[in-house]
Nanobody, 112 residues
């Protein structure tokens, strides 16, 4: 049974940083396509970034140069380092794998 558990969200001022973690069980992140999505109030869920099994990464235009997705194969964790945060980054952030498993989400709030 696959379980994805996000952590690391919180309240931060604009320009600040947060690192989100997605701890996976029942699967191996290095063998999977792992993604981070976010959903702001009243908006559709959108893809933020993903990392493939060979380590390739891809980002939404809105976060390029500010966010970095990575993984720790030994710990079976996927990270999302978020720098230069903006109020527009405020959302619930979700971890996802290519077999369509989702975490419960972690709230990120960026104040101006």
């Amino acid at each position: 049974q696959v379980q994805l558990v996000e952590s690391g969200g919180g309240l931060v001022q604009a320009g600040g940083s947060l690192r989100l973690s997605c701890a996976a069980s029942g699967m191996i992140v290095s063998n999977s396509v792992m993604g981070w999505y976010r959903q702001a109030p009243g908006k559709q869920r959108e893809l933020v970034a993903f990392i493939t099994s060979d380590g390739s990464t891809n980002y939404a235009d809105s976060v390029k140069g500010r966010f970095t997705i990575s993984r720790d194969n030994a710990k079976n964790i996927v990270y999302l380092q978020m720098n230069s945060l903006k109020p527009g980054d405020t959302a619930v952030y979700y971890c996802h794998n290519h077999r369509n498993s989702w975490g419960q989400g972690t709230q990120v709030t960026v104040s101006s």
